[in-house]
Each structure stands twice: as structure tokens, then as C-alpha cells.
């Protein structure tokens, strides 16, 4: 399989300060790819400069074999890379519903297009509160709408930042089932993470990245496998 995305050489920086010194990886059609490292050690910062929402100084990304470097960030969601800040960024003072209104977006390439049955078989617990305002729903619920919200514009790729942070474990393990079954559809998926244990439970490869520059790539086998790497990279 070919490489959905390819980010080579990426840099990127906040005012004078480089924050992020030539990372290269790949994400796989059907795959789903960890970016595993601390705090502070660049995830964020590397899923926003391939998004577009930090103009790389530096390297290139290409989608679907398109280099879509410098593009805007509504650009590049259009080409069908979604994206799910850690902050979330839903409209809370609509509900569960409108809000998957708002980010319905027809498919581009002659697949069906999300339903909301479909999403509902995946995120059960919006089914059953599709009518809820979204500032009533706890942060773990909030974090389902907004990957739903993401899928009703039919991507073809998802980033994630951080899926599993401050989650419930009983969410978190809803959360990894949602990461599955997009697998499942089709969707190749790009998470940051610092949660090894939910890495391991539905990656296939992990990229570590710390101040900036990549550490480590193989696959959650090799990295389990590998204490040493552990113990530099993700233990606090």
C-alpha cells in the first residue's frame, strides 16, 4: 500500500523559536499510525503544521499524492484529511444533531457517504442523545461528537490529537473501539498519543517524536518490545 500521506523534512516554528527540526512519517491507506512522545514534545505542533493551522517553515506534505504544503486548513479538510483538536471545538449551544449538520460534506470520491446510522453503530451513546444541547454532554461524549462531526465530511484520513486525555477509562475504551471501526470503513487515522496502552490497542505503528525530531518509528510490536525506548521517551 502506497502512502496516503507523506510528511518529509517537516519544520516548523512559533514566532523565532523552531519548534520543530525536520520530521518525517507515513500514514498508510487503511492504517491507523501513533505519533507517541511527552508533553511538549511536538505532537500537537506536528499534526497542526500538516493540517495547515501552522505554516510550515520548512519540508512538505503531500496528500493523496498532492502536495498540499502551505494550503490553507479548509483546503486541505475539502481534499479529505479531517482533523480533531484536543480542545475539541464543538458548538455547544446546539445539540448532538445539528451539530453532525454542520459538518456534513459530500463524498468526494463515489463512496457512500456517512449516515447517521452508521455513526450512531459506532458512537452508541449520540444515538442516544441526538436532541442533547452539546454543553450539556461530559468531555468524554463531547470528544465522540467531535470525531462524528469530522466523519460527516467523509474524509479519507483523520488526524486526532490526543483522543484519550482526561477520558474516563470506560470512555477510553469506547474510544478505542470508535478508532477500530473507522479502521474498519476504511479511514486511515493519524493519532497523537501518550497513552501506550491505548496505542497498542488499535495502532498498528508508532513514530516518537521528542523536542521536535523524530526518535523512534517501528511498529507497536517493536516498541513494546523495546524498554530502552520506553523508558527515554514515554515514561514521565
Keep these: 500500500m502506497g502512502a496516503l500521506l507523506d510528511v518529509a523534512s517537516l519544520r516548523a516554528a512559533y514566532g523565532q523559536a ?6 518525517s ?26 493540517m495547515g493551522m501552522l505554516v510550515p517553515t520548512g519540508g512538505s506534505v503531500a496528500f493523496e499524492g498532492r502536495t498540499v504544503t502551505g494550503w490553507e486548513p479548509f483546503r486541505i479538510a475539502r481534499a479529505g484529511l479531517g482533523y480533531v ?19 456534513r ?20 451513546n449520540l444515538a442516544e ?23 460527516m465530511g467523509n474524509p479519507h484520513a483523520v488526524l486526532l490529537d490526543e483522543p484519550s ?4 477509562p470506560v470512555i477510553v475504551e469506547q474510544m478505542a473501539e470508535a478508532v ?18 491505548f496505542a497498542a490497542a488499535v495502532c498498528d505503528r508508532a ?17 513494546e518490545a523495546n524498554e530502552a525506548v520506553r523508558e527515554a521517551y514515554l515514561t514521565v
Aim: no cysteine.
Design 105 to 124: 460534506k459530500s463524498p468526494t470520491d463515489g463512496r457512500a457517504p456517512w449516515s447517521y446510522d452508521r455513526l450512531f453503530s459506532i458512537f452508541p
Design 207 to 223: 513514530t516518537i517524536i521528542e523536542k521536535g525530531a523524530i526518535r523512534f518509528e517501528g511498529t507497536m510490536a517493536e516498541l
Design 180 to 197: 477500530l471501526r473507522m479502521k474498519q470503513e476504511g479511514i486511515a487515522v493519524l493519532l497523537s498519543e501518550q497513552n501506550l496502552g
Design 25 to 50: 512519517l507515513t500514514l498508510k491507506r487503511g492504517e491507523v499510525a501513533a505519533l507517541m512522545g511527552r508533553n511538549g514534545a511536538g505532537k500537537s505542533t506536528t499534526l497542526k503544521a500538516i
Design 18 to 23: 523552531e519548534v520543530l527540526f525536520g520530521v
Design 129 to 151: 442523545m441526538r436532541g442533547r444541547r452539546a454543553s450539556a454532554m461530559s468531555g468524554g461524549e463531547q470528544q465522540m461528537l467531535t470525531i462524528a462531526r469530522t466523519l
Design 85 to 103: 483538536p484536543e480542545e475539541r471545538r464543538i458548538f455547544t449551544d446546539l445539540t448532538v444533531f445539528e451539530n453532525l449538520e454542520v459538518g
Design 165 to 168: 486525555e482526561g477520558l474516563a
